[in-house]
């Protein structure tokens, strides 16, 4: 969010808000992604089955 407001305010000071854009777009591809945390059960059990074959 901050990017979107820092681009708008550089446009309004006559300057090119193209960084800041793109900065927010790729947050915002971030957030299209889902989320692991990695000290869920899932991703820890994942992680003992790699960890037997390897």
Known sequence: ???L???LATAATGG???DH???AAEY???LDR???NPLSLRHLALS???GEHG
Do not use: C, G, N, T
């Open 1 to 3: 969010m901050l990017h």
């Open 5 to 7: 407001q820092a681009s």
């Open 16 to 18: 090119d808000p193209r």
């Open 21 to 23: 854009l793109e900065h």
């Open 28 to 30: 915002a591809a971030r």
């Open 34 to 36: 889902p989320y692991e």
């Open 48 to 50: 003992a089955r790699i």
